[in-house]
């Protein structure tokens, strides 16, 4: 068999399945070829879900005449220059690979132009051969237009989804790109419809609120921190905010739209103690650590990375989330007539890409370094004279782990301070309504059904569930006494037999200390049969048998070398449930107050071990509104 080499053409096809897999990866690379080159204002418009027509429009620095062509090479880029360089990555793009594959799929038409010069170029380019290139009037910046997407590869093609499908797909990146960069303005089109525009005003929120609503953005929680060279800056949002799949766990490394499984499984473990089982939940978070830290060369679509220092990722992701879930107020609020959204109004409309530079002189005169272009400082100062609210210091965060100054309205002077840091935070445990100092100003009301306490604080009206809260408050007991190395065993009389499986008999082995460190004491007795003699103190109501021997059965279906308990954990949650006071089972009112004692206690008394809400709130206001004393 003759071994052959293939030609160009074909070379740059195959390559282009790795780079090109539907009409979202042009419009991605194009998209990020934008922001790189400087750009202020971007355009994406697509007919047909992107396959009929793609075109991305910017008004950054344009591609110099002689350039233009070598830009459609295979691997010619202007971001890197040697092997070296890809441990220093500093860019959206770096492979040098679009140009030439989109070009290899479709049909391409460039129009680009930089400052300098007094025309620009027109490019057309077809299945990788050169149609045309000739001088053309335009403005500053560059447009390319992809029409008929692997219209030569029908293989291809026919893969593709439906165009409702495929616009769906382009439609989230966009709206992701468009919060990250909110110091771009973004205008998408769909066929002649506008699905999305942004100020470019350097305001996260702002974009959030245009893209998921009201209800979301009440929702979000800002969250910033920093550690060993790596920071992190975005928003989450409350437990009550949730999914049933992880496609709002949005996650940017250094500018790149990513998917990981250490970030998602260090936000999961997080909001593990606040969410119930197959809920996920919402956050939108931006990473920033050294280029040496993270390899972003994994695939050709830059959608993986790996972490040097996956266990250190892990570690200060899963902390700073968890210090502002535990630092801030989680209490539901019920609201029995909730009022009217007020209608967004834009601040001002975004501009056309081929606009001259934007509020070009605002950020110098105001004093700041250039890194933070997007943010015009003085015209929050001024807004803050005329308006009698605070400014929220959400409209601050441009640059991926760069807190940047805020402006803030006191009752004599305008001050700008640093943003919150995670030591602030924590802070916010001593402001909570549910904290051990506010407990002497609640009034038991009584109980509803055996079940339900009514509180009274203020002009708020709570309700605890008496069986959820007893589990939650037997569950951080436990755990308490477990990390202190307190636990106390309870001694069963009689012992219970039981006889084990060989595979039953090896775990049993392999984690006697595991169990014996939560307060299980087990012996061999003859053969396969075991003693259980005793079980952790307070959980004594429990079928002991079936508890122990479905730890036994979930610990040997995990991998030999994991060395955490975390399974044994999550069956203590379900021992709280069984052993804890059932709704229905009647409490007394000093009974009813030592259980409230202990729940204000916690870090979080806001959710059982399995998510479930302890707690919730209602306020004088919404009863006001509910029986029409006011409207």
Known sequence: MEIRVLDEATVNKIAAGEVIERPLSIVKELTENAIDAGATAITVEIKGGGIDFIRVTDNGHGIEKEQVRTAFLPHATSKIRSAEDLFDIRSLGFRGEALSTIAAVSQVEMITKVASDLTGVRYRIDGGKELSCE?????????????????????????????????????????????????????????????????????????????????ICDALLS??????????TGYIARPVVARNNRSQEIFFVNGHAVTDRILEKAVEAAYKP???????????????????????????????????????VYDFIESTVESVLKGTELLSRVELAPDKAEEYIPEKE???????????????????????????????????????????????????????????ETADEIVMETPQTEEKQLDLFEERLIAPQNKPDFRIVGCVFDTYWMIEYKDKLIMIDQHAAHEKVMYERFVKEYREKKVVSQYINPPIMLTLSPRQEQTAERYADAFASLGFELERFEGSDYVLRA???????????????????????????????????????????KAAVKGGDRLSLMEADELL???????????????????????????????????
Do not use: W
């Open 274 to 312: 606040f969410l119930m089982q197959h809920r996920f939940p919402f956050v939108f978070i931006f990473l920033s650590l050294d280029p040496g830290m993270v390899d972003m060369n994994v695939h050709p679509r830059k959608t993986e990375v790996k972490f040097s220092l996956g266990t250190a």
């Open 135 to 215: 001088e053309i009037g335009c403005g500053d910046g560059t447009t390319i237009i992809a029409r008929n997407l692997f219209y030569h590869v029908p293989a291809r093609r026919k893969f593709l989804k439906t165009a409702t499908t495929e616009t769906g797909y382009i439609t989230e990146f966009i709206q992701k790109i468009a919060i990250e960069r909110s110091d771009i303005a973004f205008k998408y089109v769909v066929g002649s419809d506008t699905k999305l525009v942004t100020t470019g005003n350097g305001s996260v929120k702002d974009n959030i609120y245009r893209v998921y609503g009201r209800d």
């Open 223 to 232: 969250v910033t921190g920093s550690d060993n060279g790596m920071s992190v």
């Open 350 to 408: 975004a501009p056309e890409p081929f606009e001259k530079t934007r509020n070009a002189g605002s950020h110098a005169d105001a004093g700041y370094p250039a890194k933070y272009t997007g943010v015009n400082i003085i015209d929050h100062v001024e807004n803050a004279l005329k308006a009698s609210e605070k400014i929220s210091e959400d409209s601050f965060f441009v640059e991926v782990g760069t807190p940047l100054p805020v402006v803030r």
């Open 597 to 631: 004692t202990e729940l204000f206690g916690l870090d979080n008394p806001y959710n059982c071990p399995h998510g479930r809400p302890t707690m919730v709130e209602f306020t004088e206001r919404d009863l006001e509104k509910f029986f029409k004393r006011i409207v």
């Open 535 to 577: 079980v952790p103190s307070g959980f004594m109501k429990l079928e002991d048998r079936d508890v122990f021997t479905g730890l036994i059965d979930e610990l040997g279906e995990m991998q030999e070398d994991t060395a955490n308990v975390s399974v044994i954990h999550d069956r203590l949650a379900q021992m709280s449930c």
